[in-house]
């Protein structure tokens, strides 16, 4: 079992952990700062660092097939590591910079999902960038309003703040969850909240910022039809929008 330090602090950059298993996937530790992909969110990049000074470059983080453990998967490029580094104190540091940007993305699209509110089919976050697909049949949606609402929501500088319930309190208001494609991270008897403010509510594993003021402005880049029921809302930081 690995721990997840980045639920409690996402603003975690390096932390020492210990290597419990080395498998054909990756390094697994026992507790780590690294973001599992998940949720749309890819998987934190950054670098373990031995005793010996070596240093292991790591390409993703995923979750292991119980979804227990995580899996710290090493770079094309990474020395060869095997079972000898079973035991050994590393230093597990992210790649700061990307995952901030991610940060960022992900809590715009929280907002994103209160200015179009509609059930939410699908999701991915990039480096700077990212979509939501909404259950929207008719277009509707106008790129230069949608951005000014979405702005001006970031633009309140509201706290984020996380709680938790039971699955069963879950169970019993359906209506937190917004994304029709992916549940919400279930299996420990808990499940995570993430609020905004008084303006958004709705269960979710990744990573957010903790004001909406630190996103920065936003700009819609494209709406675009994705089959009859589906409307695709990209966005990007402004930024790194080119």
């Known amino acids: 079992m690995t721990e997840p330090m980045f639920r409690d602090d996402a ?88 995952r901030h940007k991610r940060m960022r993305v992900h809590t715009a699209l929280h907002l994103l999902s209160v200015v179009v509110p509609h059930p939410v089919t699908g999701g991915a976050i990039g480096d700077g960038d990212g979509r939501l697909d909404f259950d ?27 709680s938790w319930i039971t699955d069963e309190e879950l169970d019993a208001n359906p209506g937190l969850v917004k994304t029709m494609s992916v549940k919400p991270p279930r299996g420990s008897g808990r499940v995570r909240l993430v609020a905004i403010g008084d303006i958004d509510l709705q269960p979710c594993g990744g990573t957010h910022v903790k004001r909406t003021g630190e996103i920065g402005a936003v700009v819609v880049t494209d709406i675009q039809k994705k089959g009859k029921q589906n409307r695709r809302v990209r966005i990007a930081l402004a930024d790194q929008a080119g």
Not at 48 to 62: H, Y
Not at 88 to 98: C, F, H, K, M, N
Request: charged letters at 25%; glycine letters at 12%.
């Open 11 to 98: 603003y975690l950059t390096r932390t020492t952990a210990r290597v419990v298993d080395v498998g054909e996937k990756g390094i697994v530790l026992d507790r780590t700062i690294f973001y599992a992909q998940g949720g749309g969110q890819p998987g934190d990049m950054g670098v373990l660092r031995r005793q010996d000074g070596t240093t292991i470059p790591i390409a993703n983080a995923v979750y292991g097939e119980d979804r227990k453990a995580i899996v710290h998967v090493p770079a094309a490029d990474a020395p060869g590591v095997g079972a000898d580094l079973v035991g050994e104190d590393v230093v597990a540091e992210i790649d700061w910079g990307i």
């Open 136 to 162: 929207l049949p008719e277009a509707g949606l106008d790129r230069d309003e949608v951005t000014a609402t979405l702005n001006a929501l970031i633009a309140q500088d509201a706290p984020v703040s996380e």
